[in-house]
Structures are given as C-alpha cells and as structure tokens.
C-alpha cells in the first residue's frame, strides 16, 4: 500500500494516478466524493472525464474493506480518492441533523475509526497495489470552531494509521513529491 499526502491542489492526485498507471494497465478506481451540489457534479463530471477510460470506476465511500476484496479485479492497481472525503462522509452520515456543538466526537470517531480498520485488513490481504490519497491538514493553524478543530485531529490520527501501516508514504507540495518513507 501507498499513501500520498498533501495539501489541496498539491499534485497529490496526479501522483497517484501516475504511480497506478505505471504499476499496472488496468487500475480500479474508488471515488468516496458525494455530490451535493451543482459545483460538486461539475467537478465530480471533470474527474470522470479526466480518467483514462480503460479505468474502472466505483463510487462510495461506506465499507471500503468489502470492496478491495470483492470488486478489485486479478492485474488491476487500486486508487483510492479520497480518505478525507471518506471522512467527511462518513462523520456527517453518523451525525445526522446533530447540531456540531452537541455532536459526541469520540463516538463518531470509533465508527469512523473501524472503517479504516476494516480498509486496512483488506488492503493488506489484497495483491493488488493500492495507492491511497489523502489530505495533510495538520500544517495549519488550528481551526476557530469544534467542528473543523474535531475533524482535523480525526482526520490526523487516521492518516497517522495508514501511514505507519503503508509500505510508502510521499508527501506532495507543489506539485513537488517527496519519499518520506
């Protein structure tokens, strides 16, 4: 396994969609975005477009461990876009209308916590390559609100997993990549 990070726009996509495709001809993709708005179509629209059409595609973002190890094909990379979206979804799906300030965090984040374990095991078990894409948010300064501050140090402890469990780990700034492990 794989795990490129980085900030927004760093090239970090780029990267992954590089390695995978070098790695194998064929790469199954999973897209965790969800679209919420007529922005978000337009850019999930320029990702699908921007794929090589050879690529096969799956969008979603619950259970991820079950679809490395039933849908991934004999010969294909895996890429995995995005864990922090991944995130996203999954906290405000186990939040449902709960307002932020009454949200319990350390309960979300047990739910959260074991997709990722369960992503994980699968990857571990998997042949395929796996590259996984994520977002470094830890370089700034510490969010105003509960929200943003819960979900930064959700999203750090997560990546502090996948990383020590990668057998690589770049880091992208810039468009510039950098092999920190």
Not at 41 to 63: F, I, K, S
Not at 146 to 175: C, K, P, T, Y
Request: net charge negative; proline share 4%.
């Amino acid at each position: 396994m794989i795990l490129i990070t980085g900030g927004a726009r760093s090239g970090k996509s780029s990267l992954a969609e590089r390695l995978a495709a070098q790695t194998c001809d064929r790469v199954f993709y999973i897209a965790t975005s969800v679209v919420t708005d007529g922005e978000m179509a337009e850019r999930v629209a320029l990702h699908r477009a921007a794929r090589p059409p050879h690529w096969r595609t799956w969008e979603g973002y619950r259970d991820l461990g079950a679809v490395v190890e039933q849908q991934v094909a004999p010969g294909e990379a895996v890429m995995l876009e995005c864990i922090t979206t991944l995130i996203t979804n999954l906290l405000f799906e186990q939040a449902g209308d709960t307002p932020p300030e009454q949200m319990d965090f350390t309960q979300l984040e047990i739910g959260i916590q074991q997709q990722i374990t369960d992503l994980l095991a699968a990857c571990a078990r998997s042949p395929a390559p796996i590259f996984l894409v994520t977002n470094e948010l830890g370089m700034g300064i510490v969010p105003e609100n509960r929200l943003a501050r819960h979900f930064r140090d959700i999203a750090g402890r997560v990546n502090q997993r996948l990383a020590a469990a990668a057998d690589e780990v770049f880091l992208v700034v810039s468009g510039i990549e950098v092999k920190i492990k």
